[in-house]
């Protein structure tokens, strides 16, 4: 697997989208002739683009400047970026492109994109142009990413609603009940292994209830808001903050890449069938099948370090993770002692304490919502834990007789 395709799945497992140019920042324009407009951009079938992405146009329809500015640009040559990635230390950069290129780009992968004409003052259209001359600086040009709570949306959107004269309020009821999960999953439905990437690393800080502000890390819940947004001055004059909305550029055919036929719940029944008969083999030979527990237990482990450093990440939606009780380090630390002690046909404590952190797992379905396959992988790490003191009971009363 190249560095390139690395990358891209822990993009598709943290949700991150990947989208950059790089282009200097034109002089300022006279604010009579200036229209500031939101961009979004619908996803298309790169796993990494499932979510959208948002940009700010900046047309002078006096010297006919036309830009486009988007807080998405980074660079896979930064030091240690898988690293920085993984602990949510990558840091994003402001960019600046011109229009027409921005469409051919979406033209190409068949995403549309909706323009928002804002209705501005001039004196705002002056502090947001005031404040993106400010962002473009060298020193101020880069920012560290988070993709629910500072992303190339929240970014945007914060440039405009943070400079505007009065109080915003929206028209449209806002959604209580969603959560960050279930915006996420709304965006990835027809790839389910992209689904199950993002649910294994996500915590049940995921599940807890977002917020208006919250929904607005999808370009489209902000592009939705836009719409419904009204601007209230000191004075009681109330005006939409979004005067045109149209598309400027046309959804077109979309190419969906072959994905594993099989679904993470079907792998994990199958997982569950392959126990089994292997416990009905064990009870019917009367033998133990030490070799397969000592594959379960380094695959688990293997799967729990990757858990474990989650804690230490940035992201904070990830830190505290349910699914640790069933997929954590220790069993790979006990591989050989158990092995060890199985082929003594004698049992080990792991057995015992796997068995409770597993029940506590499943208790654990009650705060966080678990990747899709998860609880059948729980039952089937439960029936070989469980059957291991039965077969070695047999074992031993075999062994005296």
């Known amino acids: 697997m190249t560095k390139g395709r690395i990358i891209r ?32 951009c619908s996803p298309h079938q790169e796993v990494y683009s499932l979510y959208g992405h948002t940009a700010l146009r900046v047309q002078d329809q006096r010297t006919g400047q036309d830009i486009v500015v988007n807080y998405g640009m980074f660079s896979f040559n930064q030091p240690y970026f898988i690293l920085r990635f993984v602990f949510g230390l990558t840091d994003y950069r402001m960019g600046v492109t011109d ?17 928002q004409d804002l ?21 101020n040009v880069t920012y560290r990413y988070n993709f629910f709570y500072d992303n190339c949306t929240t970014r945007a959107r914060d440039m405009i609603l943070s400079h505007l004269d009065g109080r915003l309020s929206y028209t449209n009821a806002e959604d209580s009940a969603t959560t ?13 292994w992209a689904r199950f990437g993002n649910d294994m690393l996500l915590g049940f800080q995921a599940d807890l209830a977002a917020s208006r502000n919250d929904r607005q890390f999808l370009p489209i819940n902000t592009c939705t808001d836009l719409s419904h947004a009204v601007v209230t001055t000191s004075d009681g004059q109330s005006r939409r903050l979004v005067k045109h909305e149209f598309t400027i550029v046309e959804g077109g055919v979309q190419v969906v890449e072959s994905e594993f036929p099989l679904r993470p719940l079907t792998c994990s029944i199958l997982l569950l069938a392959l126990c089994l008969v292997i416990l009905l083999w064990e009870y019917w030979r009367r033998r133990v099948a030490w070799g397969y527990d000592a594959l379960l237990l380094t695959l688990s482990g293997i799967a729990g370090i990757v858990l474990t ?3 230490f990440s940035e992201h904070p939606t990830v830190r505290f993770n349910l699914q640790l009780l069933l997929l954590n380090p220790l069993p790979l630390l006990l591989v050989y002692p158990v092995v060890r002690r199985e082929s003594r046909r004698k049992p080990h404590w792991w057995w015992t304490v796997g068995i409770c952190l597993i029940l506590l797992f499943f208790a654990g379905n009650i705060f966080q919502d678990y990747a899709e396959g998860m609880n059948i992988l729980a039952l089937s790490l439960l029936s070989r834990y469980v059957s291991r003191r039965f077969i070695f009971r047999r074992a031993l009363e075999r062994g005296k007789s």
């Open 309 to 311: 450093l989650m804690l």
């Open 9 to 40: 799945f822990l993009l598709a497992l943290l949700c991150i989208p990947l989208i950059g140019y790089g282009a200097p920042l034109s002089p300022e324009p006279s604010t009579d002739s200036l229209e500031i407009s939101f961009l979004t």
């Open 119 to 139: 209705d501005l003052t001039a004196e705002e259209k002056n502090r947001i142009m005031a404040a993106l001359a400010e962002n473009a600086r060298p020193e």
């Open 99 to 115: 229009f027409a290129s921005f469409c051919r780009e979406y033209q190409y992968y068949g995403s549309s994109v909706t323009q």
């Open 180 to 192: 960050f999960r279930k915006m996420v999953h709304s965006c990835n439905e027809e790839h389910p």
